[in-house]
């Protein structure tokens, strides 16, 4: 029998419902059996949980193996489209890709994590894991980066609190002097780098996108293999172009 709370003031029923579809998420398609062994729950409670998320559209079963439906795909793209800088920005970000050649994106804050809104791959662009949904660590990319630095410091303090400070390649900041440090430069410059911070093999430049009061909406970014994002391309060339970009998307907000 669940429990209605546990320690930490978590409803059992609702957190058993989605580890289920997490579960589900990161395997594609499992059984019962195997989800109760996956998720350490009686058999009959994960058949429970699944039969209701079925009966409501969100699972799908196909000979006693059970998959997430498309319904998470109609939410997530009614919450993305409630994102006025994701309206605004997505054509921008658009043109970014195409007029690089490489791969650019949209990221806004959620949780502690940065979470991309939009992905748009040039004709050179590689194949990384960004796609629609990706959730990374704000400290380990040039789009987190360029939000954490025009942030409070409590608020830099609570993600590290929260979110930690892991190392996601060899060359990620771990230590939060030295981010600290580096979000200072970026506050001065307005441009940040992710140099094979987050993935090995490529960098990005990012910019933050901000309200006339300063508020932090979100970033974009360029990102692509080292052996073509370097010299002045990689330093001020994109830097400009990110600029002039998040130009255009403040005044469409500003004045929409």
């Not at 650019?104 to 629609?132: I, M, N, P, S, W």
């Not at 309200?211 to 974009?220: K, R, Y």
């Amino acid at each position: 029998m669940e429990r209605d709370h546990d320690a930490d003031g978590l409803i059992g029923a609702v957190d058993t419902t989605l580890r289920i579809v997490e579960t589900l998420n990161d395997i594609g398609t499992a059984g019962v059996t195997q989800l109760a062994r996956q998720l350490d729950e009686p058999k009959s409670t994960v058949y429970n949980h699944l039969d209701t998320l079925n009966r409501r559209g969100y699972v799908v079963k196909t000979d006693d193996q059970y998959r997430l439906a498309c319904r998470f795909l109609e939410l997530g793209s009614m919450t993305r489209e409630r994102y006025l800088v994701y309206r605004i920005a997505r054509d921008e970000v658009t043109a970014l890709a195409e007029g690089t050649g490489e791969l650019a994106g949209l990221v806004v804050e959620e949780h502690g994590y940065g979470v991309f809104l939009h992905r748009a791959k040039g004709d050179q662009a590689v194949h990384v894991d960004t796609h629609v949904g990706k959730r990374i660590h704000l400290h380990g990319a040039a789009l987190g980066k360029a939000m954490l630095a025009f942030s409070s410091d409590d608020h830099v303090q609570e993600v590290i609190d929260w979110r930690g400070l892991p190392a996601l390649t060899d060359h990620t900041i771990t230590d939060a002097d030295a981010l600290a440090e580096e979000l200072g430069k970026i506050r001065e410059d307005g441009v940040a780098f992710d140099d094979e911070e987050r993935i090995n093999g490529l960098r990005s430049v990012a910019v933050p996108l901000r309200t006339d009061d300063g508020d932090v909406l979100g970033a974009i970014s360029v990102a692509g293999p080292t052996s073509r994002l370097r010299g002045d391309r990689f330093q001020s060339e994109l830097p400009d172009q990110l600029r002039s970009a998040a130009n255009v998307i403040e005044l469409n907000i500003t004045y929409l």
